[in-house]
């Protein structure tokens, strides 16, 4: 593969969809430059351009679901990239193995497409807050090597301190970009690492919900 073979926009980016090399299912789809591409391939990681950011970023940096590189191929045109990945964990930022997971019926099938209300009730459903709250418990109570949240814990306060402040940073900027799928990416990190700040000093979702009734 050259590089040199590949048609990158007028923003130096090129689509690349994310297919698992073993099921051949179609996980994600984000975009690359030029650099993020020599990174995938020198490392055999896939590191992405954020539109919202400006900025790289490593697929499981912060989740630990990162994808390992077995092939990389491009279409006719040039203009599109297939990585075909061993997946760790969910692709997608939702906790699902795919970004993939919802679909649109036909017309004549479907009253509606979407339901907010219906998916908040699953998320109820699933208590996925106690669940990820308990992991993150354990991961300090018995710290495992490899793992984001216990090596947050090693570093001390001051590392995920600091790491809310940029998420907190990176939702402001999602939200003024107007795009919908970094925001809910954006939102669920800083979720994720204000969960590990009320871990950490034995805040429990109990005590804040109770505060959110009591000002009903």
């Excluded at 390992?68 to 990239?81: A, K, M, P, Q, S």
């Excluded at 949240?149 to 790491?163: C, I, P, Q, R, V």
């Excluded at 990190?189 to 979702?205: A, E």
Aim: net charge negative.
């Amino acid at each position: 593969m050259s590089i040199s073979n590949l048609k990158f926009d007028e923003k130096g980016l090129i689509p690349a969809i994310i297919q698992d090399a073993e099921t051949k299912e179609v996980l994600m789809m984000a975009y690359m430059n030029e650099e993020s591409l020599r990174n995938t391939i020198r490392t055999g990681r896939t590191c992405f351009w954020s539109r919202s950011r400006q900025e790289l970023w490593w697929k499981g940096e912060s989740s630990g679901n990162i994808q390992e590189v077995e092939e990389i191929d491009y279409d006719c045109d040039g203009d599109t990239l297939l990585l075909k990945v061993k997946q760790t964990g969910g692709a997608c930022h939702t906790g699902h193995k795919s970004c993939f997971y919802r679909g649109i019926k036909r017309e004549k099938e479907a009253e509606k497409v979407f339901d907010p209300e219906e998916v908040y009730k699953k998320a109820l459903d699933s208590d996925i807050l106690d669940e990820l709250y308990d992991v993150i418990k354990d991961r300090r109570n018995n710290p495992k090597e490899g793992s984001y949240t216990s090596s947050l814990y090693n570093k001390g306060e001051n590392a995920f301190l600091k790491k809310i402040g940029e998420e907190a940073t990176e939702v402001v900027m999602a939200a003024k970009e107007n795009d919908f799928g970094e925001i809910i990416y954006e939102v669920a990190d800083l979720f994720y690492h204000l969960l590990v700040m009320m871990v950490y000093y034995d805040v429990s979702l109990k005590d804040i919900f109770k505060e959110l009734e009591s000002r009903r």
